[in-house]
């Protein structure tokens, strides 16, 4: 009995001076760091078709993303907050471009090169899980390029 509350104890100590230190194991923007391309999408519950996919690349740096269509043209650019805490990570994206200042919640994981993001457009409700409902998208991406 003393044994297992000392090991206990020892774990808590563990994980509390992990969560002061900054030190959690969930994503953090360094993560997410490099060049993706979308290869699937979703929006209201819906499949977007691949033909009407126009972004070629998504770049996430550790506080931006940004996207560009085929000729390499910026259409979006927000930066972004990530809270790793749990898992799925929440993710909050502030627009500065096209419509900056617009904001979007959602969640986003990474699972070797794939990432999933999801998330609420103008007006939608913030996702709780991989699924869209109405006013909402999703996107998977690939690693195009290491960090």
Partial sequence: MNRALTLLTAATVLVCAQVRSGETKGLTPRDLV???????GEHGGKEIPAKELMVDRV???EDAVTVFDKSTKKVYAASYKLNGAKTPARIHMV??????GETADGLIE????TVR?????????????FKTHEKQQMFTLKTVTAK
């Fill in 117 to 129: 993001l999801i998330y609420a457009l103008p007006g939608g409700k913030t996702p709780t899980d």
């Fill in 34 to 40: 490099g060049v993706y391309q979308i290869t699937a």
């Fill in 59 to 61: 770049a996430f740096t």
């Fill in 110 to 113: 990474k699972k070797g090169d």
């Fill in 95 to 100: 627009s500065l471009e096209p419509k900056k």
